[in-house]
């Protein structure tokens, strides 16, 4: 089982940036992704999930109206847009696989710095 995330990078406050994450070793389209951050010196947080199939989608107050979770189940591949970026973004960010089991990913750092 893989999960491996990339588009993480440094942006100006904002800017945008699109995660991805490529899965591979498992049903794909039988998990429920999420994306997760961490932020130096803080627990990590859920910022946004997608269904199976895609058509229900959750997030977190904090990034509501400005990052966009989708999936290519073809793919298997899962995307996290994000728009107006600010500081408070910066972290790394995690791709999760759930169904029974839970799969992460290493992460890909973003950081959003003028």
């Known amino acids: 089982v893989q999960l491996v995330e990339s588009g993480g990078g440094l942006v100006q406050p904002g800017g945008s940036l699109r995660l991805s994450c490529a899965a591979s070793?498992?049903?794909?389209?039988?998990?429920?992704m999420s994306w997760y951050r961490q932020a130096p010196g803080k627990e990590r947080e859920l910022v946004a999930t997608i269904s199976s199939g895609g058509g229900t989608t959750n997030y977190a107050n904090s990034v509501k109206g400005r990052f966009t979770i989708s999936r290519d189940n073809a793919k298997n591949t899962v995307f996290l847009q994000m728009n107006s970026l600010a500081p408070e973004d910066t972290a790394v960010y995690y791709c999760?696989?759930?169904?029974?089991?839970?799969?992460w990913g290493k992460g890909t750092l973003v950081t959003v710095s003028s």
């Open positions: 999760n696989a759930w169904l029974i089991k839970d799969y």
């Open positions: 070793g498992f049903s794909f389209s039988s998990y429920v």
